[in-house]
């Protein structure tokens, strides 16, 4: 017991220091603590079967499995996995706290090579769907470059449909160790619908270290590098025969999500159970391409089938937002015509009320072209759009336009001021 104590707290330290070391700039939720149970026993001499639940603070999760023994050193398994989780997701108007769920199908198949090492070729595949989401948009108003705008932020958190496959290999290379390689392949389909999709697609790898401390004492090690995440693992196995078949475990993960998915972690108490009708408790002989906990079975069938051909770190699902942004000004309209003006030559005159025009905090220049003999002179007040026109025998044509504080703007006709 007091090596599993301070086991557990290198386990922990590991922990820490891995999501200090890959925690990326989005949220990160922690998940649990989280308890785990699970039961497996056997159907008749060649198949077997497997429940699994999990449950905590953010993390619930449902599964179960069956496997076969096809040949003495061949088998085969099939897994579903239901899982929900409390994440926190990252849009422009702030973090949001969202149960999502997803589904997963699995199936594995194990070959065991005689020799030495006594290596074990592994094959696990998987298909899964999130359903995605639709949450509440957000109104606002900032200021940019000065200017106050108004701005919606459409919402919603996209799920995926996603589907794996990963071929791995495992030896014994000392007594009571083993470890493995895997290559992974993702294909992930986020449904987005207002950002640019983010799809995870492509090759990855995972690595596997198991090593049996005691009679009664395992501890594994994974790490694997993926398309749509990075997940590190680690976990620490307590069993003894006078517990009857049950195995004791504490362990946890830490997930980096990538594109744009979240990042989580979790610390899992874990109490197994395994019934074999046909035998009393004995040492497992198989370990997992994953490290799940051990087994006390009989044969290879029943600890093959307690771990899963399909458990997802996480549900697949990331932010999905799209924002409009809106002048918090009123639009310049142009209400109607000018007239043309007609008045004494040198006779300075102020005409054309901006009353021509609507909306707010509106900014008004002139632009004018004299034609004929004799000069003329046209100003405006920016803030009124009144315009003052002074002229000896020209005809001058004036253009007025109004510009909003968001930079929309509008002109009027052209109109003239004649001097005769």
């Known amino acids: ?19 200090t070391a890959h925690a990326s700039s989005g949220p990160t939720t922690f998940l649990g603590p989280t308890l785990q149970g699970s039961y497996t026993g ?93 949450l509440s948009a957000v109104n606002g108003t900032t200021i940019v470059a000065g200017v106050l705008n108004n701005f919606t932020v459409q919402r919603r958190i996209a799920g995926s449909n996603a589907a794996g496959i ?137 600890s093959y089938t307690a771990d899963p051909a399909v458990y997802m770190p996480q549900v697949l699902a990331v932010t999905d937002q799209r924002e409009i942004t809106s002048c918090a000004y009123g639009q310049p309209t142009f209400t109607g015509t000018i007239a043309n003006q007609t008045t004494a030559p040198g006779v300075t005159q102020t005409f054309n009320s901006p009353t021509s025009f609507g909306g707010t905090g509106l900014t008004y220049t002139v632009v004018s072209s004299k034609t004929g003999g004799g000069t003329s002179t046209v100003t405006i007040n920016s803030t009124t759009g009144a315009v003052t026109v002074t002229g000896l025998r020209s005809t001058t044509t004036i253009t007025i336009t109004a510009t909003n504080p968001c930079g929309a703007r509008v002109s009027s006709n052209a109109f003239t001021a004649t001097f005769t």
């Open 166 to 302: 990963v071929p791995a290999l495992s030896i014994a290379p000392w007594q009571g160790g083993r470890v493995g390689v895997g290559l992974n392949y993702d294909n992930v389909r986020y449904d987005k619908n207002y950002s640019p999709n983010e799809d995870a697609k492509g090759f990855g790898g995972t690595a596997t270290f198991d090593q049996k401390l005691s009679q009664t004492v395992d501890f594994g090690l994974s790490a694997a590098v993926r398309q749509p995440f990075n997940n590190y693992a680690a976990n620490v196995s307590f069993s003894n025969p006078a517990f009857n078949n049950w195995v004791l475990g504490v362990g946890g993960d830490y997930t980096t999500g990538k594109n744009t998915l979240p990042n989580t972690w979790d610390v899992l108490f874990s109490a197994s159970y395994s019934f074999d009708k046909r035998t009393v408790s004995a040492p497992a002989a198989y370990k997992g391409f994953k490290g799940e906990t051990a087994m006390p079975v009989h044969d290879d069938l029943m």
């Open 42 to 134: 056997n159907i008749n001499n060649n198949s077997a079967y497997s429940l699994l639940g999990e449950a905590g603070v953010k993390n619930f999760r449902v599964g179960g499995t069956l496997g076969w023994k096809a040949e003495e050193n061949q088998y085969l398994k099939l897994s579903a996995e239901y899982l929900t989780q409390d994440i926190t997701y990252s849009f422009i108007t702030g973090n949001s706290n969202q149960w999502m769920s997803q589904g997963a199908l699995g199936a594995g198949y194990l070959y065991e090579f005689a020799g030495n090492y006594q290596p074990h070729f592994d094959l696990n595949a998987y298909v899964s769907h999130a359903p995605s989401k639709s």
């Open 1 to 19: 017991m007091k090596n599993l104590l301070k086991l557990s707290v290198v386990l922990c330290s590991t922990l820490l220091c891995l999501s």
